[in-house]
């Protein structure tokens, strides 16, 4: 026994040293605060201040962010968590997606694919959110591409009334797209592109996982991750999608973020950002082709985080801005000063104490049974563009996140809510990857930079794993997975976690808005 025990932590081991070494030779530093921080080399060193809460509040028993592995067995994460923030209302259904969408009064809940055909409204789920705390369904879309798992696709252009989404599938996905008119009736949305690429017909030439409008809501970009191909959609006619350009752009493609006037792109790439000036796509005479190339205006790669999710732009008065979220390595959201698009300059970072290196042997013990995502940022939100005073983040297994953000450089935690676990509740949950497929349990710590550091620095995660190890296989669902990004409307949070589908949240008056 005592000779597999060494096996397994030596090869445990050395995947996550592997990792990190790759990383450090592959991502060159250009950071500015705090002093002395480097990211060729450094983890962000501290945590934003946790929410003081109020009396009555449900709150973490653990550090900041954890859902601590004696909670999970004891069955305590059942009851979730809430610091500032009440659930008012829910639509659970068959579960969510990765990433749902909302607009005026509705909410868009992603599809799951192959496993949403085994519950009775395969598609996404259009909820009328008209009463709060009532959340109804009102609609199912089942085209192709709604039925064909929509992944990280869904999103809506509020300028246009326009809601679009792509059939991925598991992973990547190509060919089928589906765009509808929610301007007039968002409970109903009306399909406009009854051609190619909406019906079993030709599908139109696009790879995808995720995707997102330009700010004009004149074209759809989709991303298909590796080898790092993006296709610009025309939607001038929204009934006639038509691929205007397409290309590789590096090693991979993520997630999408834009400028307001729609010019230069930043395309998450894996191991940071690349920016793009996309100008003659975006001036472009309607419905024709560009057939240039794409001149890249710089690349800011970073070895604190991986898997580089999405962009949010934003300006501090009056300067250009961009939020960058990690889905792995515990990055958490980085802040960069976007003044010269060529030299992105880090500026500030959003972390929970789960996230720091010293914590990484509770966050790799706490989270073996519940699937490859652990206690990591994945979809924002800000609650406006020009100096924003908050941001809501779907942080996976921490739950739900919101943060005091007036100040670029004194980031702090505002609220958050944890979701109750649905622990036992897998065939009931026929859209929610994490309850049919996420739960196929792999350690979340491969490939992890901090946990990887630790292992170098002697205080091994690896160790928790080991000591038990009943929790390599199997998937409790002890925590929820919020994916999605929480969204503002008011005071209020409309977001989906996989488990829990669709929730209204109603943060404290005392805690948001802020003035």
């Given at each position: 026994m005592g000779t597999a025990r060494s096996m397994i932590r030596a090869a445990l081991t050395l995947a996550v040293v592997t990792a990190a070494a790759t990383a450090l030779t592959m991502s060159p530093a250009m950071a500015t605060a705090p002093p002395g921080y480097n990211d060729l080399t450094d983890v962000w060193p501290t945590a934003a201040p946790q929410a003081s809460c109020r009396d009555g509040d449900r709150v973490e028993t653990g550090i900041q962010g954890e859902v601590p592995l004696e909670d999970r067995k004891s069955g305590r994460s059942t009851k979730g968590y809430n610091c500032n923030i009440d659930l008012v209302g829910r639509y659970q259904g068959q579960g969510a997606g990765i990433v749902s969408a909302t607009y005026k009064n509705c909410s868009y809940t992603g599809s799951t694919f192959p496993t949403n055909f085994l519950g009775p409204n395969p598609g996404v789920q259009v909820l009328d959110v008209s009463d709060p705390r009532?959340?109804?369904?009102?609609?199912?879309?089942?085209?192709?591409?709604?039925?064909?798992?929509?992944?990280?696709?869904?999103?809506?252009?509020?300028?246009?009334?326009?809601?679009?989404?792509?059939?991925?599938?598991?992973?990547?996905?190509?060919?089928?797209?589906?765009?509808?008119?929610?301007?007039?009736?968002?409970?109903?949305?009306?399909?406009?592109?009854?051609?190619?690429?909406?019906?079993?017909?030709?599908?139109?030439?696009?790879?995808?996982?995720?995707?997102?409008?330009?700010?004009?809501?004149?074209?759809?970009?989709?991303?298909?991750?590796?080898?790092?191909?993006?296709?610009?959609?025309?939607?001038?006619?929204?009934?006639?999608?038509?691929?205007?350009?397409?290309?590789?752009?590096?090693?991979?493609?993520?997630?999408?973020?834009?400028?307001?006037?729609?010019?230069?792109?930043?395309?998450?790439?894996?191991?940071?950002?690349?920016?793009?000036?996309?100008?003659?796509?975006?001036?472009?005479?309607?419905?024709?082709?560009?057939?240039?190339?794409?001149?890249?205006?710089?690349?800011?790669?970073?070895?604190?985080?991986?898997?580089?999710?999405?962009?949010?732009?934003?300006?501090?008065?009056?300067k250009p801005h961009v939020f960058s979220v990690d889905e792995g390595g515990s990055g958490g959201v980085k802040l960069f000063d976007a003044v010269d698009s060529s030299n992105l300059r880090q500026r500030n970072a959003l972390k929970l104490a789960i996230n720091l290196p010293e914590n990484a042997n509770r966050w790799a013990r706490s989270t073996t049974a519940n699937g490859v995502f652990g206690y990591d940022a994945h979809y924002c939100a800000i609650d406006r563009p020009d100096d924003p005073t908050a941001m809501a983040c779907g942080w996976i297994q921490s739950g739900i996140r919101v943060f005091d953000i007036r100040d670029p450089d004194d980031f702090k935690e505002i609220a958050y809510y944890n979701p109750p676990a649905q622990t036992g509740k897998h065939l009931q949950l026929t859209n929610s990857i994490h309850a049919l497929l996420g739960s196929i349990a792999a350690p979340p710590i491969i490939g992890t930079l901090a946990v990887a550091r630790a292992v170098l620095q002697g205080d091994s995660p690896i160790d928790g794993i080991i000591n038990d190890q009943s929790r390599l296989i199997g998937g409790d669902l002890s925590a929820d997975w919020c994916l999605s990004p929480p969204e503002f409307h008011g005071d209020q949070l409309w977001v989906t976690c996989m488990d829990n589908g669709f929730m209204t949240l109603q943060l404290d008056p005392a805690a948001y808005p802020l003035t």
């Amino acid at each position: 026994m005592g000779t597999a025990r060494s096996m397994i932590r030596a090869a445990l081991t050395l995947a996550v040293v592997t990792a990190a070494a790759t990383a450090l030779t592959m991502s060159p530093a250009m950071a500015t605060a705090p002093p002395g921080y480097n990211d060729l080399t450094d983890v962000w060193p501290t945590a934003a201040p946790q929410a003081s809460c109020r009396d009555g509040d449900r709150v973490e028993t653990g550090i900041q962010g954890e859902v601590p592995l004696e909670d999970r067995k004891s069955g305590r994460s059942t009851k979730g968590y809430n610091c500032n923030i009440d659930l008012v209302g829910r639509y659970q259904g068959q579960g969510a997606g990765i990433v749902s969408a909302t607009y005026k009064n509705c909410s868009y809940t992603g599809s799951t694919f192959p496993t949403n055909f085994l519950g009775p409204n395969p598609g996404v789920q259009v909820l009328d959110v008209s009463d709060p705390r009532a959340p109804r369904l009102s609609a199912v879309l089942t085209e192709p591409a709604m039925v064909g798992g929509t992944w990280e696709s869904l999103k809506v252009n509020q300028k246009r009334g326009l809601l679009v989404g792509t059939g991925v599938g598991l992973l990547e996905g190509a060919g089928y797209i589906s765009v509808y008119d929610i301007s007039q009736d968002c409970a109903h949305p009306r399909l406009l592109n009854h051609g190619a690429g909406s019906q079993l017909t030709m599908p139109i030439p696009i790879t995808t996982h995720e995707g997102d409008f330009s700010p004009d809501g004149n074209t759809y970009w989709v991303t298909g991750i590796a080898p790092g191909y993006v296709s610009a959609v025309d939607l001038t006619d929204p009934r006639n999608p038509m691929i205007v350009w397409s290309g590789i752009t590096g090693i991979e493609a993520h997630g999408v973020g834009f400028s307001p006037d729609g010019n230069t792109l930043y395309l998450s790439n894996l191991l940071g950002l690349t920016v793009i000036d996309v100008t003659a796509v975006q001036n472009r005479k309607p419905r024709t082709i560009v057939a240039q190339l794409m001149p890249h205006v710089g690349e800011k790669l970073w070895a604190d985080g991986q898997i580089t999710q999405h962009t949010i732009y934003a300006t501090y008065a009056g300067k250009p801005h961009v939020f960058s979220v990690d889905e792995g390595g515990s990055g958490g959201v980085k802040l960069f000063d976007a003044v010269d698009s060529s030299n992105l300059r880090q500026r500030n970072a959003l972390k929970l104490a789960i996230n720091l290196p010293e914590n990484a042997n509770r966050w790799a013990r706490s989270t073996t049974a519940n699937g490859v995502f652990g206690y990591d940022a994945h979809y924002c939100a800000i609650d406006r563009p020009d100096d924003p005073t908050a941001m809501a983040c779907g942080w996976i297994q921490s739950g739900i996140r919101v943060f005091d953000i007036r100040d670029p450089d004194d980031f702090k935690e505002i609220a958050y809510y944890n979701p109750p676990a649905q622990t036992g509740k897998h065939l009931q949950l026929t859209n929610s990857i994490h309850a049919l497929l996420g739960s196929i349990a792999a350690p979340p710590i491969i490939g992890t930079l901090a946990v990887a550091r630790a292992v170098l620095q002697g205080d091994s995660p690896i160790d928790g794993i080991i000591n038990d190890q009943s929790r390599l296989i199997g998937g409790d669902l002890s925590a929820d997975w919020c994916l999605s990004p929480p969204e503002f409307h008011g005071d209020q949070l409309w977001v989906t976690c996989m488990d829990n589908g669709f929730m209204t949240l109603q943060l404290d008056p005392a805690a948001y808005p802020l003035t």
